[in-house]
C-alpha cells in the first residue's frame, strides 16, 4: 500500500459517484483521457460534456474517445457550460493549466474557470462532485491557484463540502486536487 | 458516496497499512479510541504502543482495551518513545491537541510534538505511516500547527512523501491530517 497519488485518487472519487447513465462535464478536455473514463463510466445511457477552447484538443479527445457515441465535444470556452447543459449533472472535472504537448502559452484563466466552476455548481445534483486538478507551475498558474482556493475556500458550508487533497513535501509544484461536494437540501 | 470525512480517512488508511502482528504506536492515547482501534488491528500478536502524560488519559485508555494483552500502556512523554520502542513499527498516530473532556489547558506542545514526530519516523519501516491529526482551534494550537506543517513540508521527497487531508471551507477550524509515508530506501 502507498499514498494514493492526486490523479489516481480523483479517478477513484469518480468511479464512486459517477454511475451508469449520467451526465458529466469534461471542463478541459485536453488530450481526452478523463473524457474517456468518463464515457466508460456513463455508459452508452449517459451523457459526457466536453469542452475545450482550442482545436488541436478537440480533434485529439475525438480520437481517443472514437466508438463512444455518447460523448459531445464541444469547442468552446468552458464559461459558456450553462448554454450546453441544462439538467443536471452527477460531476464535472477540470485539469487546470495548459495542454500537455501542446501550445504552453495557452491556459485557463482565473475569470472563466471561476465563471464555468460556478455554472458546474449549479449543475451539480446533490452529492454530485466538482473535482478540480490544481497545476500551478507555470507562469500565471499561482494566480489561477489563489483565486480558485479564495472562492472554494468561501463556499457556503451548509451547501457544499471542499476537501483539499495534495502532496505537501514536493518541489516544483506538483498539482493537488479540490474536490467540492453538493450538499443534499434540507427542508 | 460522500468525501470521506477526516478521521473515517485516518482510519481507512490504518486499516490498508497495519497488519496483524505489527508494531504500532499511539503517541497520544487520549480516550483511547485509536488504541483500541490499533489493538484490533494488531491482534494478541502485535504490540500497540500507547503513550500519554495524563493519569487520567491512561486509565480511560486502560478500561477501554480491558481484554488486549498486546497493549503497553505508557504513563510518560511521547518525546520518550525511542527509551520504549526499538524495533521497526508500521504506522504511528497523533491527535495534537488537548484530552476530549479532560483539563483543556494541557496540550500537546510543539517542541515534544515535534521530537516524538522525529523518533517515530525514524522507528517507522519502509511503506509505513505516520499520521497526525491536527487540531488548532485552541489556544496554543496555531502555533504548534505551524510548527508540525514546517516540519513536514520540509521532509526530504526521496525518503517521505506527505500528504494534506482536510475540509477547507469550514469555520472553527475543523482537524486536519497529515500523513507521512516512509518511502522503500534505494540501494
Known amino acids: 500500500m502507498s499514498l494514493q497519488r492526486v490523479l489516481p485518487f480523483t479517478k477513484s472519487l469518480l468511479e464512486q459517484i459517477v454511475a451508469s447513465g449520467d ?3 469534461d471542463a478541459t478536455a485536453g488530450n481526452g483521457h478523463d473524457t474517456l473514463f468518463l464515457a466508460q463510466l456513463t455508459g452508452p445511457d449517459g451523457t459526457v460534456f466536453a469542452f475545450d477552447i482550442q482545436k488541436e484538443a478537440i480533434e485529439a479527445t475525438k480520437t481517443r474517445v472514437e466508438g463512444f457515441h455518447h460523448v459531445r465535444l464541444i469547442h468552446d470556452s468552458h464559461a459558456k457550460i450553462s448554454e450546453y447543459v441544462d439538467s443536471p449533472i452527477s ?13 504552453h502559452s495557452i491556459i485557463t484563466k482565473s475569470q472563466s474557470t471561476l465563471s464555468a466552476m460556478e455554472q458546474c455548481l449549479e449543475l451539480l445534483q446533490p452529492n454530485g462532485l466538482l473535482l478540480v486538478v490544481i497545476y500551478s507551475g507555470h507562469e500565471g498558474g499561482s494566480e489561477e491557484r489563489d483565486a480558485v482556493m479564495e472562492f472554494v475556500r468561501t463556499l457556503p458550508q451548509t451547501n457544499f463540502d471542499v476537501l483539499q487533497y495534495g502532496f505537501i513535501n514536493q518541489q516544483h509544484s506538483p498539482p493537488f486536487l479540490v474536490a467540492v461536494e453538493k450538499k443534499l437540501k434540507k427542508n
Open 91 to 103: 460531476a464535472a472535472v477540470f485539469n487546470l493549466g495548459y495542454l500537455p504537448k501542446g501550445d
Open 23 to 25: 451526465r458529466v462535464i
